[in-house]
Nanobody
Framework: QVQLGESGGGLVRAGGSLRLSCAAS????????MGWYRQVPGNQRELVAQ???????EYADSVKGRFTISRDNAKNTVYLQMNTLKPEDTAVYYC??????????????WGQGTQVTVSS
């Protein structure tokens, strides 16, 4: 089994910064991609940022220039540095990972979510 452990959420004023971390542990053969999604009650979960095994990056338009995703392959950890936060960034942020847990079988894993609240 694979677990994703998240940390770093909290309450911050508009214009402030937060850094989220997500560490994968357990039976991991290879990590394909790791990323962050967010969800506001009543809305669908949306992609915030993702980094693949080759280092390719993808960002939602709403966070480009403000958020930076990075990955430490040695620690199986992905980070999301969030700067110039806005009230509309308020959501539960979920870590997601595509992981081979054997040589031939891969699955999508989710973290438990961490609340980010940005006050105006």
């Amino acid at each position: 089994q694979v677990q994703l452990g998240e940390s770093g959420g909290g309450l911050v004023r508009a214009g402030g910064s937060l850094r989220l971390s997500c560490a994968a542990s357990g039976s991991i053969f290879r990590i394909i991609a790791m990323g962050w999604y967010r969800q506001v009650p009543g809305n669908q979960r949306e992609l915030v940022a993702q980094v693949n095994a080759g280092g390719g990056l993808e960002y939602a338009d709403s966070v480009k220039g403000r958020f930076t995703i990075s990955r430490d392959n040695a620690k199986n950890t992905v980070y999301l540095q969030m700067n110039t936060l806005k009230p509309e960034d308020t959501a539960v942020y979920y870590c997601q990972a595509y992981i081979y847990d054997t040589t031939t079988t891969w699955s999508i894993y989710w973290g438990q979510g961490t609340q980010v609240t940005v006050s105006s």
